[in-house]
C-alpha cells in the first residue's frame, strides 16, 4: 500500500498550508507505514527508517490526526516515537506490527487498535478519552510509562497487557479485561471507574489501588500489593488467590458472590476499620495466610481457615459454617447463628461471642468479665492464668450442650447456673464476702446451681455463697464450704470436702457416695438423704442424720447427732452417736441394733432409745435420757452402761449384764438385769 492524496481542495486551501510551520500539520491524510517510502513520507518527527528491522523512528513528532484519517502500522514494521506528540481526534491508529512509544499520544474520542500478534510498547505518556482495543496483540506499559483511560479500554480474549509503569483509569471510565494484565513489580494500576474481568485474568506482582470498582468472573492472581477503598465483586465462577507474597487491604467493600472463590494461600488479608468482606460462597485461609480484621466480615456460606484470622471488630456469621484448622483470635465480637466447627484454636473472651448456632470448635477462653447474663452453649477452655468474673447480680448460664473445662479460675460473684458440664482443674470460687463469718444479711446470695455434671480435680470454694446440686458432682480435688451446700443429686467423692464454717444439707434425694475424706470442722452436716461411705469423715462440727441413712464402711470420728431413726433391719454403728432431746431411736421387733468396742452411744436428756428387737452393746452406751427396753426386747452388755445421775433405764423385757459393766448414778426400774 502506498500513501493516498485525496485533494478535494482548493488553490487557496494549499496556500494556507503552505504558511503553517513544517512540525505542525492538520493531517486530513491516510498514513500506512510499511516501507521506507511511506515511513519517510510522515510529514513531521523527521522519520528514519532502519532497513534491517523495518523500524520507523520519528523524534519530536507533531501530529494531529482528525476524523476520517488513519495511521496504520503494517505487519513486521515497528514504529518508535522518541518525543513529540500525536493527537488522534476522533481518528484511527491501527497497530499490526510493533509501536514503541516514548512519547505522548492524546486519544481524544478516536480508537486505538492493537491487534492480533502486534505490540504497542509504551514509555512514554498515553491519555485515553476514546476507545482502545487490544485485539489479541500486547501492550506493554514500562517502567515509567503513563496510560491515563478516560473512556474505555477493551483487552480482547487473547490480549495482554503487561505494566511495570502506571495505569490510571479514571472515573467514570473502565478497563474491560478478556484477555491477561500482568502488573508487574513496580507497576501500579488505579482505578477510580470500572474495571470487568468477565473472563480475563488479572496477575499482580505490583500495586493495583482501588476507589472504584473490580467485577471479576474468572482469576485474580495476587502476588503483590491490593488496596481496596472502593468495591470488589467477586462474582460466580470468578477466582482471587492471594498468593505467599500478596496483601490485599480493604478499607472499602469485598463481595465474594454465589459460585466464587477467594484464597489466601500465604498472604494477608488485612480488612482495615470500615471495610467489609461479605462471603456468600467460599472463603479459604489455607496455611500461611493471615487474615486481620477491624472491620466487618459477613459469612452466609463457606469460610474455611487453616492459618490465622485475628478479629478486632465483627465477624458475623449471618448463617453457614466457619470451618477452623488453624487458628482464630478474637479481640471483637463474634456474632454466630450458623455453624463454628473444627478442631483448630480459637481464643476468645468469652462475652465477645453471641452464639445462637452451634459451636464446636472448643474456645479458649481469655480474661472476662460477665457485667451481663450470658449464655455458655459451646465448648470452653479456660487455661492456667485466665481469669473468668461473673459479677454480682449477675447469671451466666451452661446449657445443656455446654462445656467447661476449667484450668484457670473462676470467680463467681453471682450466679452460675450448670445444665451442662464443667471439669475444673483449676480453682472455682463462689464469693459473697471474703472474711470474716457470713453476713446474716448477704449469706447464700451467689451461688453454683449444678443440673448438669460438675467434675471437680482442681478447687471449688464456698466463701458465704450457696451450691446446690440437683444431678451429678464427682470431686477428685477439694471442695471447701463456708456457706451452704445443698445436695438433692449425687456426689460422688475421692478427695476432700472440707465443711468449715458452712451448712451442708444432704436432702431426702441425694446421695453422697465418699471414699475420700469429708473433714467437718466447726460448720454443719444435715443429712436426710443417703452417704455411703468408705472413707473418712472427721472433725468436731455437728452432723445430723437419720443412722440408717448412713452406710459406713470406713472410719467416722466425728460424732454423729441422731436425727429420729427406726432400724427396720440389723445395724452396727460404726461411729459415735449422740440422740439429742425430742429424738428416739427405735429398734425393731426381730432386728439387733450393734454397739461395736470403741464405738459410744449418747442419750441425752430427753432423747430415747426404745427397743422391740435386740441391742448388743460392746462399746459404750451413755444415758442421760431414757432407755425403754420393751416386754420382747433384749439387751446384751459386754461393754459398759452408764446411766447417769438423769437417765433412766426402764426394763420391761430382758436385760443380760453379761460380761459387761454397769456404772449407774441415774434411775434403774422394771425388770431386774440377769446374768
Not at 472463603?283 to 452466609?300: A, C, D, E, Q, Y
Not at 465480637?333 to 476468645?348: E, H, L, P, V, Y
Not at 452451634?358 to 480474661?367: E, G, L, M, R, S
Not at 456404772?663 to 438385769?673: A, D, V, Y
Request: charged share 5%; with cysteine; aromatic share 4%.
Amino acid at each position: 500500500m502506498h500513501k493516498t492524496v485525496f485533494l478535494a481542495i482548493t488553490i487557496a486551501s494549499i496556500t494556507v498550508i503552505g504558511f503553517l510551520n513544517h512540525d505542525a500539520y492538520a493531517i486530513f491524510e491516510n498514513y500506512d507505514i510499511q516501507d521506507p517510502s511511506s515511513c519517510l513520507s510522515l510529514p513531521s518527527g523527521n522519520p528514519i527508517w532502519n532497513v534491517a528491522t523495518s523500524t520507523c523512528t520519528v523524534t519530536n513528532i507533531s501530529l494531529t490526526l482528525d476524523s476520517g484519517s488513519y495511521l496504520t502500522v503494517e505487519h513486521g514494521i515497528s514504529l518508535v516515537i522518541d518525543g513529540g506528540e500525536i493527537d488522534n481526534n476522533s481518528s484511527n491508529i491501527v497497530n499490526y506490527g510493533t509501536i514503541i512509544n516514548n512519547g505522548t499520544i492524546n486519544n481524544s474520542g478516536g480508537d486505538i487498535d492493537n491487534n492480533n500478534g502486534a505490540t504497542f510498547t509504551n514509555s512514554g505518556i498515553v491519555t485515553n478519552n476514546g476507545t482502545i482495543y487490544n485485539y489479541g496483540g500486547t501492550i506493554s506499559n514500562l517502567s515509567g510509562g503513563t496510560i491515563t483511560n478516560s473512556d474505555i479500554i477493551y483487552n480482547n480474549p487473547g490480549g495482554t497487557i503487561t505494566n511495570s509503569g502506571t495505569i490510571t483509569n479514571n472515573s467514570g471510565n473502565t478497563i474491560n479485561n478478556n484477555g491477561t494484565i500482568n502488573n508487574n513489580p513496580g507497576g501500579t494500576i488505579t482505578n477510580a471507574g470500572t474495571i470487568i474481568s468477565n473472563f480475563g485474568t488479572i496477575s499482580n506482582f505490583g500495586t493495583i489501588s482501588n476507589s472504584g470498582t473490580i467485577t471479576n468472573s474468572y482469576t485474580i492472581s495476587n502476588s503483590g500489593i491490593i488496596n481496596n477503598n472502593g468495591t470488589i465483586n467477586n462474582n460466580s465462577g470468578g477466582t482471587i488467590n492471594n498468593l505467599s507474597s500478596g496483601t490485599i487491604t480493604n478499607a472499602g467493600t469485598i463481595n465474594n458472590n454465589s459460585g466464587s472463590t477467594i484464597t489466601n494461600s500465604g498472604g494477608t488479608i488485612n480488612n482495615l476499620t470500615g471495610g467489609t468482606i461479605t462471603n456468600s460462597s467460599t472463603l479459604n485461609n489455607n496455611p500461611g495466610g493471615i487474615i486481620t480484621n477491624s472491620g466487618t466480615i459477613t459469612n452466609s456460606y463457606t469460610i474455611s481457615n487453616s492459618g490465622i484470622i485475628t478479629n478486632s471488630y465483627i465477624i458475623n456469621i449471618s448463617s453457614g459454617t466457619l470451618a477452623n484448622s488453624g487458628t482464630i483470635t478474637n479481640k471483637g465480637t463474634i456474632i454466630n447463628q450458623g455453624s463454628i466447627s473444627g478442631a483448630g484454636t480459637f481464643t476468645s473472651a468469652l462475652n465477645k461471642i453471641t452464639n445462637t448456632g452451634t459451636i464446636t470448635d472448643p474456645v479458649t477462653a481469655k480474661t472476662t468479665t460477665f457485667a451481663a447474663g450470658y449464655t455458655l452453649n459451646y465448648n470452653v477452655i479456660v487455661p492456667p492464668g485466665v481469669t473468668l468474673t461473673i459479677n454480682p447480680s449477675q447469671t451466666v448460664t451452661i446449657n445443656a450442650v455446654g462445656i467447661l473445662s476449667n484450668s484457670g479460675n473462676i470467680s463467681n460473684n453471682g450466679t452460675l447456673i450448670n445444665s451442662g458440664n464443667i471439669t475444673n482443674n483449676g480453682i472455682i470460687t463462689i464469693i459473697t464476702q471474703t472474711s470474716g463469718p457470713c453476713n446474716p444479711n448477704r449469706n447464700f446470695t451467689n451461688s453454683i446451681i449444678n443440673t448438669g455434671i460438675i467434675h471437680n480435680k482442681g478447687t471449688l470454694a464456698n466463701y458465704c455463697g450457696s451450691m446446690n446440686n440437683t444431678n451429678i458432682l464427682i470431686n477428685s480435688g477439694n471442695i471447701t464450704n463456708s456457706g451452704s451446700s445443698i445436695n438433692s443429686g449425687t456426689i460422688t467423692n475421692s478427695g476432700t470436702i472440707t465443711n468449715y464454717v458452712g451448712i451442708f444439707t444432704n436432702n431426702p434425694l441425694g446421695t453422697i457416695n465418699n471414699s475420700g475424706n469429708i473433714i467437718n470442722k466447726i460448720g454443719t452436716i444435715k443429712n436426710s438423704g443417703t452417704i455411703i461411705s468408705s472413707g473418712t469423715i472427721s472433725g468436731i462440727g455437728t452432723f445430723t442424720s437419720p443412722l440408717t441413712k448412713i452406710k459406713n464402711t470406713g472410719t467416722i470420728t466425728d460424732t454423729i447427732t441422731a436425727a429420729t431413726t427406726t432400724f427396720s433391719s440389723n445395724y452396727t454403728l460404726s461411729y459415735s452417736v449422740l440422740v439429742p432431746s425430742a429424738v428416739t431411736l427405735r429398734i425393731n421387733s426381730g432386728h439387733t441394733l450393734t454397739i461395736p468396742s470403741g464405738v459410744t452411744l449418747t442419750i441425752n436428756s430427753g432423747g430415747i432409745l426404745s427397743n422391740f428387737g435386740s441391742i448388743t452393746n460392746i462399746g459404750t452406751l451413755t444415758n442421760n435420757g431414757l432407755v425403754t427396753n420393751r416386754s420382747i426386747g433384749v439387751i446384751i452388755n459386754n461393754g459398759i452402761v452408764n446411766n447417769n445421775i438423769t437417765g433412766t433405764i426402764n426394763n420391761l423385757g430382758v436385760i443380760h449384764k453379761s460380761t459387761g459393766t454397769l456404772n449407774n448414778s441415774g434411775t434403774l426400774t422394771g425388770h431386774p438385769w440377769v446374768s
